[in-house]
């Protein structure tokens, strides 16, 4: 599923009969490729492709009904009252902090009757986008070209964070610098921020991850990957600036759709010597550590039902990793793939005045231990802890107190709210998870640096990693928000004299991890930025600016067709039906994962069998689209985008519509079981009014 790195892999992971063909940058008609701005639509391709005028009255209103979920998944507005709707894998994290032992809302769903009936998450921020203004100039001012890169990386540095603060101050919102292009551009987000977000409706897991991991990056597949949720405002529903109405009618073959959302990152416009790299080391340390805590997630759960109901969420996440990154690792391990990669930069290549961009590239990531030493200590996957992680933050709130040197830039003001939300979250933290946790990643630290080394010994202290995370977690009184809060109010001097463990780990690898971060920034970070502006500007130079950015995780416009493939020499159908989702059923003799909700079972004679409950298309998603609204074109949300099918699993690097595909719950079959299902006619006749009295573009 795309929060997870998204989108589900198939059993085998069969990419030997893949074939990926690179788009051609070029003015003429074009693959549906591209993940664009909202400041640069692609107009011009809509119009010379399907004949179709995305005026800036469609962007507007599709701008302010998108929303960020600051948990990696996206959503919008679809009510004037304030109702947003999400995946259920995105909103599975704050189900799981709602549950109890006696209430598990991920295995028996959720409805609130009444308003106040819905349920305030813990620990939730949405973000929505009001503005996007080109800061380039700004962020390299002072900045030449023979520059030294990190003398350049602190000049950028300072200037965004002048640039965020004084936006901040100015209009009172969450202002970001997002790096564009690999650092060639430079856009300030302006965001509007909701922290009251309150729980609606959730179906039951058994039918939002219907069919499990066997089913997951599969398609046909046949799912409800969805919740609802209700924002507000000083205690009161927010009045969006607009929202999308849900389409009763749904989508046909061929018709023209649009996904609006957040996807996370692709790699598309990176060397191939840095997706070589990523190949060889990146991926194969990501699938390590994946491993390490799957299995240990698995192991803890095995222990008893309660272990399971906590740990399914951190499961089924970790599970997503891996299999998303396997499909990464297959796809780059094909020839013909990176041939065609290196066919591109071979092409752009040739026609630069300079070499020089790309050798700097070879050698920045020439660089595998700095790289991994900055996952390990400065990216915590040796500690990824809840605990740890606020107790790294109390550290370095005190530190940048102390001594504004010591500040970082996700430290700036205009992040400062975002992340003290984060610290006194509410949110239940679970003793005997965190040492499931920590056992397992301390064990992950000590195979690869080995526990004698310094940086290993200052985490693990000469014990062994079971140890050492029973040592830690109950050595903390971090449990206790209370306690957050006293501990933040202290001074750095007297933080150094607390016996908290969390308090004192933290302190202890403090320079271990800023060491770590400098090494990499110096080394990797800031010759990379450096050197792809420079490519970059060749790009813009050969081919214009057709191509579009990189994923950033900020809002971006996907087109394409709903359109069935062929595989295997047979044809796939674009959609599949709510009586698809009975038949599945029967066919695995109702056995889990493919077991019906009880729900689902008492309304199987009343259900309508041929109404659509999951779609495909052509449009360009990647992790980070869970949750993006499909659109028609009249602005209708007909869709929601929950997956990518195994063909679409190297879109990171390279896009195909052969067989790629995306899918998405219909609408459809979502009112259906809303109406028969569910009975939640208060939530249908919302839905249903906001479409009625909509006013579309």
Known sequence: MNKRNSSAISLGLAFTALSISLACYTSSVRADEGMFPFNTPPKEQLAQKYHFDLNQEWLDKAMHAAVRFNNGGSGGFISPDGLVITNHHIADATLSELSTPQNDLIARGFLA??????????????????????????????????????????????????????????????????????????????????????????????????????????????????????????GKPVQPQSYFPMSFEGVKEGELVFVVGHPGTTNRLETYAQVEHTRNFTLPYRLAKARAMENAYHQFAERSTENARRINNDIRSVANSRKAYTGMYEGLCQEAIMKRKADQENKLREGASSQNPWKAVESAINNDKVEENYYLFERCDAYPSPLFHIARHIVRLAQAKDNSKYELPEYRANKLDSLKADIFSPAPIYADVEKARLGASLSFLGERCGPDRADAHSVLH????????????????????????????????????????????????????????????????????????????????????????????TLRLSYGVVKSYEDNGQKVPYMTTLGDFYGRAQQHQNAAPYQLPKSWELSATRVQSDIPMVFISTADTIGGNSGSPVLNTRGEMVGLNFDRNQFGMVRNYVYDETKARHISVATPGLLEALDIVYNAQELLAELKAASASSTKP
């Open 462 to 553: 000469g014990l062994s990693p079971q140890d050492r995370a029973q040592q830690l977690v109950e050595g903390t009184r971090l449990f206790d928000v209370d306690e957050r809060r006293r501990l933040a109010s202290l001074s750095l001097e007297d933080l150094k004299k607390s016996d908290d463990a969390m308090i004192q780990l933290a302190l202890e690898v403090d320079p271990i991890a800023r060491e770590a971060r400098s090494v990499y920034e110096d080394k990797v970070r800031s010759p990379l930025i450096q050197s792809y502006s420079q490519i970059a500007q060749e790009r813009f130079r050969q081919e214009g600016m057709q191509v579009p950015p990189d994923a950033t995780f």
């Open 113 to 234: 009757r009444t308003r106040s009936e819905e349920l305030k998450a813990p620990n939730l921020e949405l973000n929505c986008l009001q503005s996007i203004e080109d800061v380039t100039s700004q962020v390299q001012a002072g900045i030449t070209s023979n520059m030294d890169p990190q003398k350049a990386a602190d000049i950028r540095r300072g200037n965004i964070s002048e640039i965020e603060k004084k936006a901040t101050q100015k209009t009172g919102l969450r202002c970001d610098v997002v790096t564009l292009y690999q650092g060639s551009r430079y856009h300030l987000y302006s965001y509007k921020k909701y922290t009251d977000v309150r729980l609606v409706w959730a179906p039951e897991e058994g039918v939002a991850f219907f069919g499990g991991d066997a089913d997951n990056f599969e398609y046909p597949r046949t799912c409800l990957d969805a919740a609802i949720f209700r924002v507000y405002e000083n």
